[in-house]
């Protein structure tokens, strides 16, 4: 791969373990990997590829912890515009029934397009539903077109309304299947090694689509291949009260009956994990994904992220599906937990006083990078340090966004101004997105693609 240089950057903010943050700096990468970070002047002047970092603030590339990126394609339906999570889902179930692999691969693209444009490196998916020849391997050959570092997770359901589920029949899949599949998805795709580029994870969708024995049987599976546990869970209201109907226990009693928690598992939202689920969950480091936009989109609530933190729950964040959110950027994304968290104080269900240094800007930048790193079990990625991959988002500090907020804290602005998109996104020493553009795809070609298939999912639906 060669050499990159990013040279002479205003501020290249490490988040490496003494939380650097290096006036006047360069990078430099060999093979995808840091080699150096130091003063500008100490670090060679040229290389194979250098990129003029001046006015630039340097961050390591953020990690998007949730995601259904499938759901790009039914952003802003008005029948469920205004839904909570439940009638939100039972909307949009009979739409998404109509996926094809096409669908799958396109609208992947543009969420890891939107994703890339604003400094996100790595990300998850939650795909869990898989009609009409849909795969898993669909979303994992998009990524490794587009160049995202990628944890494809094997989502799945199986209890339909029937049975007393969320989703309708026509949307599950046998049990039996659903592990076959898995195994055969790990085993095709999934790399352990230090700087892979694709991860796979095993996740059941939810409480009130799978069985208490496909999260059992899911756990075992994951951990005889040493492959991470993700699902659902305490999202809102009515997810606390199906736990309890169905199951009589709180979901971080579900979760610990059925072996999901410990250092291998993350959970999405967690909204409504009380004061003995937080205990748990640090004391099992299992980690959260903390997805403020859709929470409240969704009306699902405020997930007590402060009290996590102190308790030593390990956080990352998730912009979740791209039809509850409905985008994918995640500077936005980290400034709304900021803000989230600060506004939280008065409705706090701990009874907790905090104000406004609840939730600072490197707290959250924290979260953004070290934090999902550490979510989603990956310690080559998540800070600038000698070593770790070179996955990083260089964003131009002299520009309208940042007016009158750079000159005084350039880290500090990137969430207390205006969210703005990176000028440059390198991935494993790759540059995938060239001053604001992306430079593996072509951009307007994939939009007129994906918003057609937007449309003709919408249409199948209405006319079927």
Known sequence: MGTLLIRGARCVATFDDERRELRDASILVRDGRI???????????????????????????????????????????????????????????????????????????????????????????????????????DSIEAAQRIGMRFVATRGSMSVGQSKGGLPPDAVVESEDAILRDTRRVIETWHDPSPGAMVQVAVAPCSPFSVSRDLMRESAALARSYGVRLHTHLAENDHDIAYSREKFGCTPAEYAQQLGWVGADVWHAHCVKL??????????????VAHCPCSNMRLASGIAPVRRMLDAGVPVGL??????????????????????????????DPFGCDHGPAEMTARDVLALA??????????????QIAVGRCADLALFDLDTLDFAGGAVHDPVGALLLCASPKARHTVVNGRVVVRDGRLATVDLPQLLERHNRLALQLAADRASA
């Open 274 to 287: 009380d004061a003995d689920g937080i205990a748990l969950f640090a004391r099992t480091r299992t980690g």
């Open 35 to 137: 080699e150096a970070v130091g003063a500008a002047g100490d670090l060679p002047q040229a290389a194979d590829e250098v990129i003029d970092a001046r006015g630039c603030l340097v961050v390591p590339g953020l990690v998007n912890t949730h995601h259904h990126m499938y759901q790009s394609l039914t952003r802003a339906i008005p029948s469920v515009q205004d839904a909570e999570l439940f009638s939100w889902l039972r909307g949009l179930y009979p739409i998404w029934a109509r996926l094809t692999p096409e669908m799958v691969q396109v609208s992947t693209q543009v969420a890891m397009a939107e994703l890339l444009l604003s400094g996100c490196t790595t990300s998850s998916d939650h795909l869990y539903i898989y009609p009409n020849g849909v795969r898993l391997d």
């Open 318 to 347: 998730g912009v979740d599906g791209s039809a509850s959110n409905d985008g994918a950027q995640m500077v936005g994304e980290a400034r709304q937990a900021m803000l989230l968290a600060r506004v939280g104080r008065s409705l």
């Open 369 to 382: 990078t070290r934090g999902g790193a550490e979510v989603l079990g990956r310690s080559d990625i998540g």
